[in-house]
């Protein structure tokens, strides 16, 4: 509390754990949920929860999810990143902000970032997943 910013030590996305950077990532519920439907994009099954091992270690962690090498690699490491950015932001906005986003309401966010990325140049999300925006 030096900074005198709230802390209430539960992950404020499901307010039922402690809340560690694994925590908020990889276990929460709400974290879960948000990586089950991105698993079910094109060429993102490795980033289906159901897979996942119990490693307390975030490095490794995100090592095993992007062990997929050349463009759909970069892309890949590029996805996990903008999830656990908007993750990150969802968390803040919880505990600065006290606003508080659905799970499916954060999923249609995170894929309206996800094609502003690509509009923005990231060619490998693109090559990635940007078939889901063809309609």
Not at 4 to 26: D, G, I, K
Not at 64 to 77: A, D, E
Not at 120 to 126: M, T, Y
């Amino acid at each position: 509390m030096l900074r005198e910013w709230p802390n209430s030590y539960f992950c404020p996305l499901c307010y039922r754990n402690l809340e560690t950077a694994f925590h908020l990532v990889a276990e929460c519920p709400f974290s879960k949920q948000v990586w089950s439907v991105v698993a079910t994009w094109p060429f993102c099954s490795n980033l289906s929860p159901d897979g996942w091992t119990a490693d307390q270690d975030l490095q490794k962690w995100f090592k095993l999810l992007t062990t997929v090498s050349g463009h759909q690699g970069k892309g890949l490491q590029t996805l996990v990143l903008l999830v656990i950015w908007s993750l990150w932001k969802e968390r803040n906005n919880r505990i600065f902000k006290q606003e508080e986003l659905s799970a499916p309401r954060f999923i249609a966010l995170l894929r309206d970032e996800v094609r502003t990325w690509i509009f923005a140049g990231a060619k490998h999300l693109d090559s990635l997943v940007g078939s889901i925006f063809i309609e």
